[in-house]
């Protein structure tokens, strides 16, 4: 099996066995122009051609101002003609104060305040466009990192989930890549070609992702199966669809 038919394979099975995506679905994906985002893209305006189930698809790439961390919006432009999806470009930013300003936000770091102004435009782009779901290209590694994340530094054992419907709004958070391995994303992506992202975020070495995702490898050294114990522990506990 080629490292593409793995990928469908396990893309198609995560829509199934998540009920991920209905007839009729309108689908927002978050494009930052990573390997993760454009195979996600490239996998769902696949899928939107076959007959069943019906949906159609739109991307957001949002440009934050204030951090040099950023894709070539011509590039992301060719790519979803390509594919035949609407792109939508927001340029916005991250006010650093916003913690010292606001409660709600109190001693967050930069990288929280980043993702939760993505994430902003996101949520309003979707409802403006009449979506109901939202795609994040969130793969395995992702979701199980994360889950080390809280076990470790927040006493919980809970991740991001394959589906969640949110409570405050009328849309859904899906992550058809939830099956899928970073290592084969990552392949794929060298054969398809897809254009690297200018990476040089002042804020990326300020996080314990680093060390999680050392942890994460010797699991794995320890144990071939690890992901996968990871991951049943997960499914059985039933944090990965939240409805």
């Given at each position: 099996m ?34 993760d ?52 470009i ?68 809970s ?60 699991m ?7 992901r ?16």
């Open positions: 080629t490292i593409s038919e793995r990928i469908q394979r396990r893309f198609g099975r995560a829509i199934g066995q998540y009920r991920l995506i209905d007839d009729g679905d309108h689908i927002l994906v978050g494009l930052s122009g990573g390997k985002s454009l195979c996600l893209l490239e996998l769902l305006a696949r899928r939107s051609r076959i007959q069943r189930p019906q949906f159609t698809v739109e991307a957001l790439h949002v440009r934050m101002e204030n951090v040099s961390y950023e894709t070539d919006t011509s590039y992301l432009q060719h790519f979803c003609d390509e594919l035949g999806v609407p792109l939508h927001i340029t916005t930013s991250f006010d650093s104060q916003l913690s010292a300003n606001n409660p709600q936000f109190k001693q967050k770091p930069p990288c929280f305040l980043c993702s939760w102004q993505r994430r902003k435009q996101l949520f309003n782009l979707a409802q403006q466009l009449g979506c109901n779901k939202i795609a994040l290209g969130h793969h395995q590694d992702d979701i199980i990192k994360t889950a080390l994340m809280n076990l470790t530094f927040q006493g919980q054992f991740t991001m989930p394959a589906l969640l419907r949110m409570r405050k709004m009328p849309l859904t958070i899906i992550r058809p890549l939830c099956l899928v391995e970073e290592a084969d994303i990552r392949t794929y992506a060298e054969q398809q070609g897809y254009q690297k992202q200018v990476k040089q975020c002042p804020y990326e070495h300020a996080t314990n992702r680093t060390d999680i995702e050392d942890l994460f490898d010797r794995q050294q320890l144990n071939p199966e690890a996968y114990s990871v991951w049943n522990a997960l499914e059985a506990a039933g944090k990965l669809t939240e409805y």
